[in-house]
T-cell receptor, first 114, second 113 residues
Framework: KAGVTQTPRYLIKTRGQQVTLSCSPI?????VSWYQQTPGQGLQFLFE???????NKGNFPGRFSGRQFSNSRSEMNVSTLELGDSALYLC?????????????FGAGSRLTVL | GENVEQHPSTLSVQEGDSAVIKCTYS??????FPWYKQELGKRPQLIID?????GEKKDQRIAVTLNKTAKHFSLHITETQPEDSAVYFC????????????FGKGTHLIIQP
């Protein structure tokens, strides 16, 4: 059974640009969550999608957005990139809504903003 | 919202000794407490979890204990081995909650040979 797949794995952008990251969950999983990982802050919740609906959003500005498709694949977008957006972006899938269920993480997309 | 504090941030132990990592949380509605291990350059992986209807759970050399009254839970690793070197994250979750898991900031466990 394939795991959680994230693309691209690495990318470099400049301030002001935008970026789109993709996540394919484990087959059959309907919940996809996104987390931002930075050395000082650990893993911070961005948002979760379940059956194409955003369930909630963490404490991030409106420049961070996402969506989920009917096949459960999810994308997140960051517009008007800032230096502080440099981080590892992890997505995780779960068979049901993730409030209290096992998350399986992808390998992450490492974003560097110059 | 939920706040999870994790201590220590770095823990160095001799190979074969035990390691204990502690987390406290603020939201009494939390009742799912997983621990994730992240090796250098790799993804976080679940190593053990506990739900609030039990106070302790063991899986070979690792165990988690939970004290809901005091709102803290701990990860215990016995007979530590070099492959235990990693960053460990605790987290809390609320069944049906829409805010995902709330993670601690992590503990870097170093196993000294």
């Amino acid at each position: 059974k394939a795991g959680v797949t994230q693309t691209p794995r690495y990318l470099i952008k400049t301030r002001g640009q935008q970026v789109t990251l993709s996540c394919s969950p484990i087959s059959g999983h309907r919940s996809v969550s996104w987390y931002q990982q930075t050395p000082g802050q650990g893993l911070q919740f961005l948002f979760e999608y379940f059956s194409e609906t955003q369930r909630n959003k963490g404490n991030f500005p409106g420049r961070f957005s996402g969506r989920q498709f009917s096949n459960s694949r999810s994308e997140m977008n960051v517009s008007t990139l800032e230096l502080g957006d440099s981080a590892l972006y992890l997505c995780a899938s779960s068979s049901t809504a993730s409030g209290a269920n096992v998350l399986t993480f992808g390998a992450g997309s490492r974003l560097t903003v110059l | 919202g939920e706040n999870v504090e994790q201590h220590p941030s770095t823990l160095s132990v001799q190979e074969g000794d035990s390691a204990v990592i502690k987390c406290t949380y603020s939201d009494s509605a939390s009742n799912y407490f997983p621990w994730y291990k992240q090796e250098l350059g790799k993804r976080p992986q679940l190593i053990i979890d506990i739900r609030s209807n039990v106070g302790e759970k063991k899986d070979q050399r690792i165990a988690v204990t939970l004290n809901k009254t005091a709102k803290h839970f701990s990860l215990h690793i016995t007979e530590t081995q070099p492959e235990d070197s990693a960053v460990y994250f605790c987290a809390t979750g609320i069944p049906g909650g829409a805010d995902g898991l709330t993670f601690g900031k992590g503990t870097h466990l170093i196993i000294q040979p």
